[in-house]
């Protein structure tokens, strides 16, 4: 069974900064990527950042230049730093991990609990 756990979320003035976590435990054989998702109110969810074990990155267009994804491969760890934070970052952002359980299986998506942030105006 694999875990993802995700912290970090919480109300911040607008032009401020949060950095979220997202740790990967249990029955993981290898993990291709791992990102970030955020889904506001009343609309889709949508990708924000992620960053394959190989290092390649993809930033929504909305968080280029203010938002930064980095890894941690030895921990399983994936992180987000958000800065000039802005009241339509406000969301639910989920952790997802797409990942090996074992060497024979395909690469199967997973998702955390959903950590919330709020940006006041």
């Known amino acids: 069974q694999v875990q993802l756990v995700e912290s970090g979320g919480g109300l911040v003035q607008a032009g401020g900064s949060l950095r979220l976590s997202c740790a990967a435990s249990?029955?993981?054989?290898?993990?291709?990527?791992m990102g970030w998702y955020r889904q506001a109110p009343g609309k889709q969810r949508e990708l924000v950042a992620a960053?394959?074990?190989?290092?390649?990155?993809n930033y929504a267009d909305s968080v280029k230049g203010r938002f930064t994804i980095s890894r941690d491969n030895a921990k399983n760890t994936v992180y987000l730093k958000m800065n000039s934070l802005k009241p339509e970052d406000t969301a639910v952002y989920y952790c997802?991990?797409?990942?090996?359980?074992?060497?024979?299986?395909?690469?199967?998506?997973?998702w955390g609990q959903g950590t919330q942030v709020t940006v006041s105006s």
């Open positions: 249990g029955s993981i054989f290898s993990i291709n990527a």
């Open positions: 997802n991990a797409v990942l090996y359980i074992n060497y024979e299986s395909a690469p199967s998506p997973y």
């Open positions: 960053k394959t074990s190989g290092g390649s990155t």
